[in-house]
DNA sequence: GTCTATAAACAGATAGAC
DNA sequence: GTCTATCTGTTTATAGAC
């Protein structure tokens, strides 16, 4: 078994803190070293000394937030021999435990906005996102939504269903903005969260029963 | 009726459409007035003369871009008086034509990657896109929707359920790098992008579906 | 490992010739 | 309307004291 990671402290830790809030607040570009500092209360120099410049700090950041990703329970192992009935206990959870994720989670403060921007800018980061936490959690939820349903899991099919799935949760947090105006909303918190997770456990349950009538 | 503005030409057309790349492709931060300049084949002073400065021509960008959305041809103004089966009809064109739209219009190329960075950056186009196109666009579908289902159309229920549905489709314009990357896709085309339409179009029929039986 | 001073490049805005 | 030269401020990276 391979070592993991251990977790950056002191100044490390700070800066890079510092680069989730402000990569994730302004875009990269925009973030300049010496807010950086300011915001991590150490000095310019320390970001090429620890991370050799600013792109670095970025690549850590993108690290970083992996490795924590990696410390949250993973969603179930093994889907093997589930009943249809339990699959879908299982997907409705996991799926509503992913908006809670989305809107509550204790991440989804300022990591959540890094991540979304290392996605809309093709950062590094989105490297490191999809090889250790989405494709591995995408290829269990592909198998669980086969057991719910009977169909073959890994095919085209299923996998957009399941990426349709998801993007339906990821939509409402990137549209935020647009949703907010339309619902009136002042801001998503945990009631408008529950209202969205509704929702959308509705269309799961709506698409789940479509394709076992079929 | 008030007059359109009219659209524009030669040198403040050409910055225009270099800023839907640049700003599109780099953020608006990353993109300098000189790489614009050099875009547009213009000077660095004709940004100033025409727009007051880079901030300017990015607001410049968010109006033509909701001006030119304006001429699409739009959504079926009227849905009063329709039947369920008409309107789900008008429903999976709208949001068909919609996949099509994000993935192969004309405007994809350049103009969308612009708005989904103002989106994230939460700049000035994103007050310009919802009061000129998306809140006007989303109150018809909702009454599309209401048609469809028998519900009352502006409940947050309604709300909710219609944009889950474009939620869907954004996601795999916004996630794609991920969805490449699962599906083993080089790039999204015409072709997967019908197997993506093909998706969303079952997941709308069977969301109705489990209204019309509830 | 921390911090400061400085260098070299680059930014956006502007004044003024044409 | 177009283009150039320049001003002023800021950027990242670095060298070197502590």
């Not at 809107?103 to 403060?109: N, Y």
């Amino acid at each position: 078994m391979t070592a993991l990671p251990p977790p950056p402290e002191g100044t490390r830790l700070a800066l890079i803190e510092a680069g989730f809030l402000l990569f994730g607040q302004q875009s990269f570009a925009a973030t300049s070293t010496r807010q950086l500092a300011a915001h991590a209360n150490a000095n310019i120099g320390s970001i090429a000394y620890h991370f050799g410049g600013k792109e670095g700090l970025r690549q850590a950041c993108a690290e970083e937030f992996a490795r924590r990703l990696g410390t949250v329970p993973a969603v179930a192992a093994s889907s093997a021999h589930l009943s249809k009935a339990e699959a879908r206990v299982q997907l409705r959870a996991i799926f509503s435990g992913f908006v809670s994720f989305l809107f509550g989670g204790p991440m989804a403060e300022t990591m959540l906005p890094f991540m979304l921007r290392e996605l809309t800018e093709d950062g590094p980061g989105v490297d490191i996102l999809y090889s250790r936490i989405v494709g591995p959690t995408h290829v269990r939820l592909c198998a669980l939504w086969a057991a719910a349903t009977g169909q073959a899991a890994e095919t085209d099919q299923v996998r957009l269903r399941v990426f349709s799935l998801i993007g339906q949760a990821f939509y409402f947090r990137v549209g935020a903005p647009i949703v907010m105006r339309r619902m009136a909303w002042s801001a998503i918190g945990s009631s408008e969260a529950a209202l969205i997770a509704q929702t959308l456990l509705g269309n799961l349950d709506a698409m789940l029963d479509a394709l076992e009538r079929s």
